[in-house]
Structure formats: structure tokens, C-alpha cells
């Protein structure tokens, strides 16, 4: 049973940084490609960032280039996502998810306040 546990969100100021966290379960976790998306109430969740399955190739959505970073331990199941300078329109429930498949985890909230 794949399981996918975030956390590290939380309250921070504009221009502060959070780290989140995944801890992946239920499958091959350095076979496979990792995703953040993010969701904020009545719009669609959308592409923050992947990471491939040898942390050789990463992608990011063009609201958070240069802002976020993406990394991954396969020997502790965990992608993580580096969030620095935030933004209030940041503000959303940070999800990871595996990429190519449907899994997702119950999501973390960051709040971006002045």
C-alpha cells in the first residue's frame, strides 16, 4: 500500500523559507519520480516541482523557479522541497505524489503572512 506522509508546512513571512518533507512507503521509492503540487480552495491543484528517479533531472513550475529547490534521500524515502523567499500567493496545501501515478499524500499547509 503506497503511503506518502508530508509535513514541515507551517506560518512564515514573505521572504522567509520552510522545508517540507515526504516520507514515501508501499513501493520502490528510487525507482520512481517524485512530485510537489499544490492546491488553494476552488482552483485545480497544479505543478510546483519533480525530481526523476536518480535526482538527475528536476523541473519547476515558472512561478517558483529560482526559489524552490527539489531533492531526494532513497535511503530515508524522502523528497523534500527547499521553499526560500515565499511569497503570499505561495499560500496553499503543499502535496507530494509519485510521478506517472495517481498516489498522493494528505498534504501540508503553508501560509504566507505579512
Known amino acids: 500500500q503506497v503511503q506518502l506522509a508530508e509535513s514541515g508546512g507551517g506560518l512564515v513571512q514573505p521572504g522567509g523559507s520552510l522545508r517540507l518533507s515526504c516520507v514515501a512507503s508501499g513501493f520502490t521509492f528510487s525507482s520512481k519520480g517524485m512530485k510537489w503540487y499544490r492546491q488553494v480552495p476552488g482552483k485545480e491543484r497544479e505543478f510546483v516541482a519533480t525530481i526523476s528517479s536518480h535526482g538527475d533531472f528536476v523541473n519547476f513550475a515558472d512561478s517558483v523557479k529560482g526559489r524552490f529547490s527539489i531533492s531526494r534521500d532513497d535511503l530515508q524515502n524522502t523528497v523534500y522541497l527547499q521553499m526560500n523567499n515565499l511569497k503570499p500567493e505561495d499560500k496553499a496545501v503543499y502535496y507530494c505524489?509519485?510521478?506517472?501515478?495517481?498516489?498522493w499524500g494528505q498534504g501540508t499547509q503553508v501560509t504566507v503572512y505579512s
Open positions: 505524489g509519485v510521478w506517472g501515478h495517481d498516489y
